[in-house]
């Protein structure tokens, strides 16, 4: 078996060493671009059938559901559909079937909802406003923030009215019947470390655990992993201590980096060849990475040796690096069609002096190397640049129109990526996009799901399967208008909350709605959601759709004759085209399965690579994504590295990190572009050349400055 493994599925040594590994803890370091997740499926594989273990105790963790998608299909084209498969998904999804059977044990019904980022902040505001603290003043988000840092380490607030708002957050969240993310492993962890014997149940279910980006764990994801594995002792993590960039959402890199003194009986195997880049493109990720001494020792390497040197671009400013990108975009994609020369005649007339060049050289401290030390160009005449609007932005503007002809060939274009560190900087480079009709996709941006008009239809959905959602009640109890004010609202939260105790589900109309004593808006209201919950049970989740957006009046809201409305209706409508995915299920299932994936989903989800668009999106963003060609704007002090790091050492380290993810991300084209000047906030700043740029020997790179690249 062992042989077939190698040779039929194209296993290097290093792969099958990690595949055959024997049972307790392991830690593979994998490099960018080295077949991990081959590996990592194949490790299941080899456990069901070498090793003989039964599929339903095998649990395997990632930090995404496209990323368990991706090992659960391969598993199955390797093993068949037919066999039982072992449990695989997110962190998250994991904790909700633990506590859709545990959670009783921390006041939970089966039946709770996953509060997303814009209900954990209403639910704040609620609590500020009752502790009559001003929410201008005392923002939610903030309290969120906090809230999130201390779920995710496993501790409380230290402040004191911080705490005061935790404790009351976390009271209402339960009298709610709701969690938010956090709760999906703070509650398992504390599940596992109070009730024993729920734990060892857990532990014998899952007696192998696998785990995905194990660099990108926090505390809590760490503690949850330690406690399953603590039975048995086998755990194999996969991870790369050189793409830990998500410290700032909690991630801790020290988990990877003490994963021998957890368990100093494991076993290492570095997987170091790339699969993915160019030998020219990986000795420019070396370079930069070296800048961090503190990480397992690893060296990438390729059989791809040759490849197009990567380009470094000197732009005058934002509009010039955007040009520049949407130029050699153009140039990839049509290049027969290419005169830009002739369109832009008279460019040929602006002569600069010797003094002019963007960069001078100068030897550094050893003598080896030339640094690219920044000057600012003059123009012919002696006359220092106009820092407000740089000559070559204003002779593009001049001529846009005629630099840039429109793109015709848009195969492939999803190979393309412009990726940025902070969102802000996509502005200038969406303006060149739609001028040269190149299509593109901003990831990050509103998200589909977190459009009003979803949300509202949403929160009616999540009403039907947990009547104490306050938080979905609050939003849609007015949305039509019902003229129901808070007097009202109050008599109906009780209500339902009362009715939710004793009977457990809308069915049954309570005393107070039936015998008439309330206001009859309240009634009409409860009716409609108990109608709701008389549906058959033969229909599906998308009838169920349409009959809450008829009997609501919500339909008939939203198309109220403008554009905007119809707008907004095309968007339910395609709520409609996820909801037919679950025809086959009774509404009431489906309901509980498409409430649940909506909830967990994350952004790398929502990307799309497989239309033809460019992707614009920021460095974090493309964590686990590969593209043939990679633009990386603004790699300049101040944007990167960000200015929020320049002062503590270990926030320079993932900054560093950050880049050598962005340059691990190109297949076969990298351009790193640099801009002289920037305008931010307002003002227009000289720039610093970023030291990332500095760490790479200029004999690795293929200059360009100035002017538009053609």
């Not at 504390?190 to 014998?204: A, G, N």
């Amino acid at each position: 078996m062992l042989r077939d493994m190698k040779a039929n599925l194209g296993l290097n040594s290093a792969q099958l060493e990690a595949v055959t590994a024997p049972l307790g803890p392991v830690l593979i370091l994998a490099g960018a671009g080295s077949g991990k997740t081959r590996a990592l499926t194949m490790r299941i594989v080899y456990l069901i059938k070498k090793l003989k273990f039964n599929p339903i105790n095998i649990l395997a963790v990632t930090f995404t559901n496209k990323a368990a998608g991706e090992m659960k299909n391969r598993i199955i084209r390797l093993i068949g559909k037919s066999e039982q498969l072992p449990t695989m998904g997110t962190f998250h999804s994991i904790g909700v079937k633990i506590l859709r059977a545990e959670g009783n044990l921390v006041g939970l019904n089966s039946n709770f909802v996953i509060y997303d980022n814009d209900d954990q902040e209403s639910l704040l505001k609620d609590i500020l406003l009752d502790f009559k603290l001003d929410p201008i003043r005392y923002k939610p988000n903030i309290f969120a923030g906090i809230i999130d840092r201390s779920k995710n380490d496993l501790s409380q607030p230290e402040d004191k009215l911080a705490r005061k708002i935790y404790d009351e957050y976390q009271s209402r969240l339960l009298k709610n019947n709701a969690v938010d993310f956090g709760d999906l492993l703070v509650w398992p962890v504390r599940i596992f470390q109070k009730h024993p014997k729920v734990l060892k149940k857990y532990q014998e279910l899952w007696r192998y655990i696998l785990v995905d980006e194990y660099q990108d764990t926090n505390h809590v994801q760490y503690k949850f992993c330690q406690l399953l594995a603590a039975a048995h002792r086998n755990i194999f993590v996969v991870g790369d201590d050189a793409q830990a960039i998500y410290g700032f959402r909690g991630a801790n890199l020290q988990n990877i980096l003490d994963f021998e003194d957890d368990y100093p009986e494991s076993i290492i195997v570095r997987l170091e060849q790339n699969y993915r880049s160019t030998a020219p493109i990986l000795s420019i990720a070396e370079k930069i990475i070296e800048l961090n001494p503190k990480q397992h020792k690893k060296r990438l390497w390729t059989q791809n040796l040759t490849g197009e040197t990567p380009v470094l671009f000197v732009a005058e400013d934002e509009l010039a690096e955007s040009y520049f990108v949407a130029g050699k975009i153009l140039e990839i994609q049509d290049p027969p069609s290419l005169r830009l020369r002739r369109a832009v005649g008279n460019f040929d007339e602006l002569e600069y002096t010797e003094d002019d060049s963007v960069f001078a050289r100068s030897p550094d401290s050893s003598g080896r190397r030339s640094n690219l030390i920044q000057r600012s160009p003059r123009l012919a005449g002696g006359e220092a640049r106009d820092d407000s609007e740089g000559i070559l932005s204003r002779l593009m503007q001049k001529f846009s129109s005629r630099v840039l002809p429109k793109l015709k060939n848009r195969q492939g274009l999803n190979n393309i990526a412009i990726l940025y560190r902070t969102h802000v900087q996509s502005r200038v480079l969406e303006e060149v996009m739609i001028e040269s009709s190149i299509p593109y996709q901003i990831v990050g941006g509103l998200k589909f799901y977190e459009r009003k008009e979803i949300k509202d239809v949403l929160s009616y959905l999540r009403l039907l399967v947990n009547p104490n959602d306050l938080i979905s009640l609050k939003r849609v109890i007015n949305v039509p208008p019902r003229g129901i004010g808070p007097a009202s609202f109050d008599v109906l939260k009780n209500i339902l909350l009362t009715h939710s105790r004793e009977s457990g589900n809308l069915g049954k109309i309570p005393d107070q709605v039936r015998d008439g004593t309330v206001k009859p808006q309240i009634k009409n209201f409860f009716e409609m959601l108990s109608g709701l919950t008389k549906l058959e049970e033969s229909a599906n989740l998308l009838d169920l759709l349409k009959q809450i957006l008829k009997l609501s009046g919500y339909e008939t809201f939203l198309r109220d004759g403008s554009e905007e409305g119809e707008s907004r209706w095309e968007n339910v409508q395609e709520l409609f085209n996820v909801a037919a995915s679950f025809k086959n299920l009774p509404w009431r299932d489906g309901l509980n399965q498409f409430l649940e994936e909506i909830a967990l989903m994350t952004q790398a989800d929502e990307v799309d690579l497989d239309s033809p668009k460019i992707t614009l999106m920021t460095l974090h963003q493309a964590k686990g994504l590969e593209f043939e060609t990679v633009f990386m704007v603004g790699i300049e002090e101040g944007i990167l590295p960000h200015a929020r790091s320049l002062l503590e050492p270990k926030e320079i380290a993932e900054e560093i990190r950050l880049a050598y993810v962005g340059v691990t991300r190109a297949k076969k084209r990298l351009f790193l572009i640099y801009a002289q000047s920037r305008k931010q906030f307002g003002s227009r700043n000289l720039s610093v050349p970023s030291r990332i740029l500095k760490a790479i020997p200029e004999e690795m790179l293929k200059i360009e400055q100035g002017g538009l690249p053609f």
